[in-house]
């Protein structure tokens, strides 16, 4: 194997726990950065060393957040009702702005409205930095079948952010194009 689990460590760990922290706010970003790589290293002799560890790594973070998607999708529903995001310490800054108070419940409605496996392709391309090829791996399903999900996930973020006038608040969440 080309890499040691000690450099994927200290590769990988900053990017997935911002990806993570993204998705479940602190300090489940910690924990759940924490038990990833702890199952990466329990498997480690299991990794093929022709397959990339970064989609791996991933797909081990997927599976774990699939256990917390129905909590994710609760805070989501909050975050609509509210407008107040309760992972992101300066929030109360944030919220003084009418426009961004606004957009942010209208991402979080939008959001939350996602079927669960849409919205796991559409925050990993857009909070994960991860490819179509790398979220196909991670998830393992085919390439064909992450690029209709994410059409599908953009198209419905585009037409419930527009019936809100909120169309600039998806470009904001989600790049239109691969990282």
Request: without cysteine; proline residues 6%; glycine residues 6%.
């Amino acid at each position: 194997m080309g890499y040691s689990f000690d450099q994927v460590f200290r590769a990988e760990y900053v990017p997935l726990r911002a990806y993570l922290y993204k998705r479940v706010g602190n300090p489940l970003a910690d924990d759940l950065a924490a038990e990833t790589f702890a199952i990466a290293y329990r498997r480690w002799d299991d990794l093929d060393p022709l397959r990339p560890v970064r989609p791996w790594l991933y797909g081990i973070s997927a599976n774990l957040l699939s256990h917390h998607w129905r909590k994710e999708r609760r805070r989501l529903h909050a975050l609509a009702r509210s407008g107040a995001d309760p992972t992101d310490p300066e929030d109360e800054a944030v919220l003084e702005r009418a426009d961004a108070h606004a957009q942010r419940r209208a991402l979080a409605a939008a959001l939350a409205g996602l079927r669960h496996d849409d919205r796991e392709v559409l925050l990993l391309h857009a909070w994960g930095y991860l490819g179509d090829a790398e979220i196909a791996e991670a998830l393992t399903i085919p390439v064909g079948t992450v690029k209709s999900r994410l059409h599908r996930a953009r198209e419905q973020m585009e037409n419930l952010l527009a019936a809100n006038g909120q169309v600039e608040a998806m470009e904001d969440l989600i790049p239109t194009a691969e990282p």
